[in-house]
């Protein structure tokens, strides 16, 4: 088995990309996240390749599951992505009969579809079966091959839901083994999540340094992603050293967060955005940033370092899940240990605003292989390699 994370892409003839009729069923803009910034995306890109039909959702999520203060980005109020038809209300079967027999009517060869949480299997296994029944082919885009809160009980309707599938797309080393444990194999192609180049920054604000060295942590602040190690962490360093911007919408423990700032005296040198933020505001944040950082707990990937790349901005992670499969050390950014704030600062003392700009460079190389075109180009090669009876093409394989 090829260890490389390059999506080693099989070249084919623009015609039979073309003639490909290929659907995608997933979230895209306006609802807003990791998952439907990724879905957008991937629509916009395998559009140039294929025949392609997309359908989106009416509704994601009830009020009580989703704590957050919507899931539609403002930004994008009112906006319908072009060529999507937004069908699925996640809680209303006969949106599901609809998309299934859209599908059907369209006469697509294969459906792609995103897979991240367990809630999503009452949806996703009704689809899968009528279009499986009706011989089009499901590939599962991973984004999670096992929910972040794992159960019994969620292992075995994942293996459900996944057992529909006729190939998958996996973003890490780590979604792979768990796939591989789960379904015991299978056509699995290997493709870390592109740069998040739709963040373009060219509008946005430049905001004024505070620190010598110039922190961010970006995103939904959850419990697995660490926030309080990194916090501990910065307590051994200097005060006039640095300065943290937290950016994201809290879905639980804000005020315990802010209390620890206190308590480690860090009020200072610790801001808090605690909220969702759209693309051009997000912009300017990491345009600021010397360093973006991922303390993560348990993660397979994430969107995160994406988006730094897209800035050319360096990332200190942790050694969990797909987190060091995109990071190059000492060029693109640094590994530590996870729940280890002693680590993490020793690190954090060695680092500097010239550090990071010496860095981008390498980035800059880095990310050219991250992109979109060859992220559809894979999900194009696992389809056809199903349609034309190919084994072991395209990128890595399972």
Same mark, same amino acid.
């Given at each position: 088995?090829?260890?490389?994370?390059?999506?080693?892409?099989?070249?084919?003839?623009?015609?039979?990309?073309?003639?490909?009729?290929?659907?995608?069923?997933?979230?895209?803009?306006?609802?807003?996240?990791?998952?439907?910034?990724?879905?957008?995306?991937?629509?916009?890109?395998?559009?140039?390749?294929?025949?392609?039909?997309?359908?989106?959702?009416?509704?994601?999520?009830?009020?009580?599951?989703?704590?957050?203060?919507?899931?539609?980005?403002?930004?994008?109020?009112?906006?319908?992505?072009?060529? &999507?038809?937004?069908?699925?209300?996640?809680?209303?079967?006969?949106?599901?009969?609809?998309?299934?027999?859209?599908?059907?009517?369209?006469?697509?060869?294969?459906?792609?579809?995103?897979?991240?949480?367990?809630?999503?299997?009452?949806?996703?296994?009704?689809?899968?079966?009528?279009?499986?029944?009706?011989?089009?082919?499901?590939?599962?885009?991973?984004?999670?091959?096992?929910?972040?809160?794992?159960?019994?009980?969620?292992?075995?309707?994942?293996?459900?839901?996944?057992?529909?599938?006729?190939?998958?797309?996996?973003?890490?080393?780590?979604?792979?083994?768990?796939?591989? #444990?789960?379904?015991?194999?299978?056509?699995?192609?290997?493709?870390?999540?592109?740069?998040?180049? #739709?963040?373009?920054?060219?509008?946005?604000?430049? /905001?004024?340094?505070?620190?010598?060295?110039?922190?961010?942590?970006?995103?939904?602040?959850?419990?697995?992603?660490?926030?309080?190690?990194?916090?501990?962490?910065? #307590?051994?360093?200097?005060?006039?050293?640095?300065? /943290?911007?937290?950016?994201?919408?809290?879905? #639980?423990?804000?005020?315990?967060?802010?209390?620890?700032?206190?308590?480690?005296?860090? &009020?200072?040198?610790?801001?808090?955005?605690?909220?969702?933020?759209?693309?051009?505001?997000?912009?300017?944040?990491?345009?600021?940033?010397?360093?973006?950082?991922?303390?993560?707990?348990?993660?397979?990937?994430?969107?995160?370092?994406?988006?730094?790349?897209?800035?050319?901005?360096?990332? &200190?992670?942790?050694?969990?899940?797909?987190?060091?499969?995109?990071?190059?050390?000492?060029?693109?950014?640094?590994?530590?240990?996870?729940?280890?704030?002693?680590?993490?600062?020793?690190?954090?003392?060695?680092?500097?605003?010239?550090?990071?700009?010496?860095?981008?460079?390498?980035?800059?190389?880095?990310?050219?292989?991250?992109?979109?075109?060859?992220?559809?180009?894979?999900?194009?090669? /696992?389809?056809?390699?199903?349609?034309?009876?190919?084994?072991?093409?395209?990128?890595?394989?399972?």
């Amino acid at each position: 088995m090829v260890e490389s994370l390059d999506c080693g892409y099989q070249e084919r003839s623009a015609s039979s990309r073309i003639s490909m009729r290929i659907g995608l069923i997933g979230p895209v803009l306006p609802f807003r996240g990791g998952i439907a910034q990724h879905t957008t995306m991937l629509h916009r890109a395998l559009a140039q390749q294929c025949k392609l039909y997309t359908i989106s959702f009416t509704r994601q999520y009830p009020k009580w599951l989703f704590p957050g203060e919507t899931d539609r980005d403002p930004q994008y109020a009112g906006f319908k992505e072009p060529n &999507v038809d937004y069908i699925v209300d996640s809680l209303n079967p006969l949106t599901w009969r609809r998309a299934a027999n859209l599908m059907i009517r369209r006469q697509v060869e294969c459906v792609l579809i995103p897979w991240w949480t367990v809630f999503w299997a009452p949806c996703v296994l009704y689809m899968a079966r009528i279009l499986a029944h009706r011989g089009i082919r499901i590939i599962f885009l991973c984004h999670n091959a096992v929910d972040h809160e794992a159960a019994g009980w969620k292992l075995q309707i994942t293996k459900r839901v996944l057992r529909c599938g006729a190939g998958f797309v996996v973003h890490n080393r780590s979604d792979r083994e768990a796939l591989v #444990q789960l379904l015991g194999g299978g056509a699995i192609s290997l493709c870390p999540l592109p740069v998040y180049s #739709q963040f373009g920054g060219a509008g946005s604000r430049k /905001l004024p340094r505070r620190g010598k060295l110039e922190l961010l942590f970006f995103g939904f602040v959850r419990h697995y992603k660490g926030l309080d190690v990194l916090l501990k962490a910065l #307590q051994y360093l200097p005060r006039e050293q640095f300065f /943290l911007q937290i950016v994201g919408e809290f879905w #639980q423990g804000e005020d315990e967060y802010k209390d620890l700032v206190t308590n480690l005296d860090l &009020v200072g040198n610790v801001e808090f955005v605690p909220r969702y933020v759209p693309e051009e505001e997000a912009s300017s944040y990491f345009q600021r940033a010397d360093f973006v950082i991922l303390p993560y707990r348990s993660a397979t990937g994430s969107a995160v370092t994406g988006l730094a790349y897209n800035f050319d901005k360096p990332v &200190v992670v942790t050694n969990v899940g797909g987190l060091p499969d995109v990071v190059v050390e000492g060029e693109t950014g640094f590994i530590v240990p996870p729940e280890s704030p002693d680590k993490l600062a020793e690190l954090l003392r060695s680092l500097s605003a010239e550090k990071a700009s010496s860095m981008a460079a390498h980035i800059r190389r880095h990310k050219r292989t991250m992109t979109w075109e060859a992220y559809a180009q894979v999900c194009l090669d /696992l389809s056809c390699s199903h349609a034309e009876g190919e084994s072991q093409t395209g990128s890595e394989r399972a």
